[in-house]
């Protein structure tokens, strides 16, 4: 028997259909709350790295922004316009940040971002994101100095020695040169002069210099070769930031010091910019100097005094000393410091001097502006005058202050001699920089048998920036020579290792330990010059324009910037087209700032709207926003009316028994106006010659009447021709056939103007 | 005596019962198709609104960060397009900004590219500098992304304000 279903099993079936749709729907809603959930925790990972990444912003500006380690919150600030940190968190929507920085070391830090929110009432989710910052701006001791101490004792037999570098050279350099060559047959009995020693080629040729073989050796000339050359060659090279913490060489010259000469001027091609900072490096105990001197008796050919003046002008002089000078050539380097140097240069001139060079009394002085000894570091130029080392000529003893007392200021420079009285006239250049470390030393009297010495100084830590200098009198007699000639460098980090050539004489010195190695590149500049704010324009054609405005700085309104950039467009330009706006070429060179620029742009198109902006750029190059937006019109092209008649005389025919010329027309090019003929001048020639013009006729309108020969004034009727329209000259009709005639029509317009039509041949 | 009928049909009260029974499982059936499809539905705009986001904000992200520099809005300064000075001059000036719902990007003179379709809209596009001095420069975005209402209910409506920061890495 069939039986339907029992209410069992209805109930049954439902239930086990509603235990799937059940089971279906949760899939779908669980699905649909994991989007939610992913949703939730994207923004969430952005509000995180939104976190990082102004954390970031914050050590950009600078690491010690960076709070204590804790747990902040964010906020970028609406009045200070940046991010900063503000109370232990912060809420976005629904978004809670925190920020919790944990210290690793002094320069660098973890720094963790935390966001946590609320999916459900009482379901928290959060996410994490850690990230480590460093003060990777620090900077790491980065050199702007490297020195280098070249020992040459041996090798340098001939006249030419080549001093192969550690490495490259740097285009700022500059060399100095300590040494001698034992000349002569008697050991060292005869004078240095023909000795001495000048740096004359350099791997980039600089001004006067030769190009030496590599890109890592200088070239050095002497004029005699009696014995093998030993000394110390010092490379002095500005690696980075030459401009403010180094040094720039701006050219090299090889003076001529012509026979007999004693003062004279030589220039540089390239100046410097501020003499002030100038140091010119040269002398035989500078750059070098070398002479074919060979005279036994005359050993001050190359003890030059150098100073400039005016842009780029050397100065030099030197002593006869009762002796005849032989001509002589200086490598002069023109050396500008930068700006965070200051430097000083003074005459220091007496006839003071005394056995041991220990007492005031035996230095000639001259008065600087006061400087922090352990700061400054000096060297001299100059002459006495008497027969020069040995004589105790140019023996001098060259230091800061007055040549005993060691004080930490200094207010004077002295120049001191061993034992003759003779007459000092040295220039001394001062030069002081506040991370400079420069350690005096003075080394008594006395050690007459000795030919190395070795100064205890203060530790120097790095050895590719340090030099030493020592400036020494020396006891003379005319057989001394080249004992006085010491060159100084380093042995080790607190040793200054002096050496002579030939061994005999007291003598006394003073000894610099100069160490450059603190000396560190100043910040990037970040600052941009100013928006130019008062670009202004002045049409002065059809096609140019004067553009003027005042010279913003190098940083916001001060200094001098490097270089414009001036453009134009037909539209306004913003930031946003500036890319596409046309770019001027032939700026000026940025004036010093409040200085008035000026400018002449061309080949712009007649009659037409530009827009102009100029942007200005520093050494970095930082670059300005964007200046005014003037704009203006070009002028437009006016002609004469003459210029705007086209006259077509391609159909030009005969008609009336060739009597009328017919066919020509007059058209009015000008778009705009309207052109007044006022007068025909007509001439021809050709048989018969004595026909006559009698009637022409314009546009249906007789507009002159006569009987005359060629050639004819016809002051006709003012044909107007209105704005773009071509009228007929209808004929102008003569007496007589003028088949095979040569006709000239010649239009006078209103304006002045005149339009000459020949060679007609209706 | 009792009424007998092999052939016994339904009586209209059982025709009733069963029909309430077969209304009552279609309206389930019906109801439970509905909510999937809606359910779909709403799954697929969210995930259009949330992985859209997701992928211009990377990519915005990614731009600033390559940058040279922030030409708009000025720091400190708050605006509605983005402009960047780019390492690559091809690509100067690289714009951001909002046009007819959608999020585009503008590297140099080119075309616009949009950053989102149009199964989304974009707008409220919030740009601030942030940066502080002496600093590579630092940018903070809010944009408002919604699901076009294709049918105008309002279960499908969702929408969503999204931040994004980036900080420059040219230096």
Not at chain 1, 718 to 723: L, N, R, W, Y
Request: glycine residues 10%; negative net charge; proline residues 3%.
């Amino acid at each position: 028997m069939e039986r339907g279903f029992s209410l069992l099993e209805v109930l049954l079936a439902v239930a086990l259909f509603g235990v799937v749709a059940l089971l279906f729907l949760s899939t779908l809603t669980l699905g649909q709350e994991g989007s939610l959930v992913a949703g939730e925790r994207a923004r969430a990972l952005a509000i995180a790295s939104e976190g990082i990444e102004a954390v970031r912003n914050i050590r950009d500006a600078s690491f010690s922004n960076l709070p204590a380690a804790g747990t902040y919150g964010l906020v970028a600030s609406s009045t200070a316009g940046y991010w900063t940190f503000l109370g232990t968190s912060d809420t976005t929507d629904d978004y809670t940040r925190t920020v919790t920085i944990t210290d690793i070391s002094s320069t660098i830090k973890d720094i963790v971002v935390a966001v946590s929110w609320d999916h459900t009432l009482g379901r928290s989710e959060d996410v994490t994101l850690t990230t480590r910052l460093t003060d990777w701006r620090r900077a790491i001791n980065e050199q702007v100095f490297r020195v280098t101490e070249y020992v040459v004792s041996g090798g340098f037999n001939g006249t030419t020695y080549t001093l192969n570098l550690d490495q490259d050279l740097e285009s700022d350099y500059f060399v100095i040169v300590q040494g001698a060559d034992g000349n002569g047959s008697g050991g060292g009995n005869t004078g240095p002069d023909e000795s001495y020693v000048a740096l004359t080629s350099d791997p980039f040729g600089t001004g006067d210099l030769n190009v030496s073989a590599s890109s890592s050796a200088l070239g050095f000339t002497r004029n005699g070769n009696v014995n093998g050359w030993q000394g110390v060659i010092t490379v002095v090279e500005c690696l980075v930031d030459c401009t403010q913490s180094g040094f720039q060489l701006h050219d090299v010259a090889r003076v001529t010091h012509l026979n007999a000469g004693t003062s004279g001027t030589d220039t540089f091609d390239t100046g410097w910019t501020d003499i002030n900072q100038v140091l010119l490096m040269g002398g035989f105990n500078g750059s070098g100097c070398n002479t074919p001197q060979t005279s036994n008796n005359n050993y001050k050919v190359c003890h030059v005094r150098l100073y400039p003046s005016s842009t780029s002008t050397i100065n030099w002089s030197r002593d006869n000393g009762g002796a005849s000078l032989s001509t002589a050539y200086s490598t002069v380097m023109a050396v500008e410091w930068g700006s965070e140097w200051d430097v000083q240069r003074v005459n220091a001139s007496g006839n003071n001097g005394g056995n041991g060079a220990d007492q005031v009394g035996e230095y000639n002085t001259a008065v600087i502006s006061s400087v922090p000894r352990s700061e400054t570091w000096v060297w001299g130029t100059g002459h006495t005058n008497d027969n020069g080392i040995g004589d105790a000529g140019e023996a001098v003893l060259v230091t800061l202050g007055d040549g005993v007392a060691t004080g930490t200021t200094a207010t004077r420079v002295a120049a001191g001699i061993e034992y003759n009285n003779n007459a000092v006239n040295f220039d001394v250049y001062v030069m002081s920089h506040a991370d400079l470390a420069v350690d005096y030393r003075f080394k008594p009297d006395g050690d007459s048998g000795s030919t190395q010495y070795d100064a205890t100084t203060n530790t120097v830590g790095n050895s590719s920036a340090r030099m030493a200098l020592i400036t020494n009198g020396s006891n003379g007699t005319g057989t001394a020579y080249p004992r006085p000639l010491w060159a100084a460098r380093y042995a080790d980090d607190d040793t200054i290792r002096a050496t002579r050539r030939r061994s005999g004489q007291d003598w006394p010195a003073w000894i610099q330990g100069i160490d450059f190695s603190s000396i560190e590149p100043l910040p990037p500049d970040t600052t941009a010059p100013a928006a130019i704010t008062d670009l202004a324009l002045t049409v002065t054609g059809t096609s140019t324009m004067t553009v003027n405005w005042t010279a913003p700085g190098d940083d916001g309104t001060t200094g001098t910037a490097i270089s414009y950039d001036l453009r134009y467009s037909t539209a306004p330009i913003t930031l946003v087209n500036w890319g596409a706006a046309t770019e001027v070429t032939g700026e000026p060179t940025p004036s010093a700032a409040g200085a008035n620029e000026s400018m002449n742009v061309a080949d712009l198109t007649p009659n037409t709207l530009y827009y102009f902006a100029i942007r200005t750029s520093d050494e970095v190059p930082n670059e300005s926003g964007l200046s005014n937006v003037p704009s203006a019109t070009t002028d437009p092209i006016i002609l004469t009316e003459a210029e705007y008649l086209v006259v077509d005389t391609s159909a030009a025919d005969l008609t009336g028994g060739n009597r009328d010329v017919v066919g020509i027309t007059l058209q009015n090019t000008d778009t705009s106006g309207s052109i007044t003929i006022e007068e025909i001048i007509v001439s021809w020639s050709g048989v018969p010659s004595n026909r006559r013009l009698f009637r022409i006729e314009i546009d249906g309108s007789l507009v002159w009447l006569g009987f005359n020969t060629s050639p004819v004034t016809a002051n006709i009727t003012d044909v107007t021709i209105p704005a773009n329209t071509t009228i007929d000259l209808d004929f102008l009709e003569f007496t007589n056939s003028v088949n095979n005639i040569t006709l000239n029509l010649e239009f006078v317009m209103s304006d002045g103007s005149t339009k000459l039509i020949s060679g007609i041949q209706p | 005596m009792r009424y007998q009928n092999p052939q016994s049909g339904f009586t209209l009260l059982e025709v009733l019962l069963y029909s309430l029974i077969a209304s009552t499982l279609l309206a389930g059936v019906t109801v439970f198709v509905s909510m999937t499809l809606e359910g779909n539905a709403r799954q697929r705009v969210i995930t259009d609104v949330e992985s859209e986001a997701a992928a211009a904000i990377e990519r915005i992200t990614q731009v600033i960060r390559n940058a040279e520099g922030i030409t708009t809005p000025v720091i400190g300064a708050t605006g509605t397009t983005l402009v960047l000075d780019v390492v690559d001059n091809a690509l100067d000036p690289t714009t951001i900004d909002v046009s007819s719902g959608a999020l585009r990007i503008d590297e140099g003179s080119g075309s616009p590219e949009a950053l989102t379709s149009n199964r989304v809209i974009a707008s409220n596009l919030v740009v601030s500098n942030l940066t502080r001095g002496a600093s590579p420069g630092t940018v903070h975005i809010t944009f408002t992304l919604e699901a076009s209402a294709l049918t105008g209910r309002s279960t499908l409506n969702y929408s969503q304000t999204f931040y994004a920061s980036a900080s420059l890495r040219y230096d």
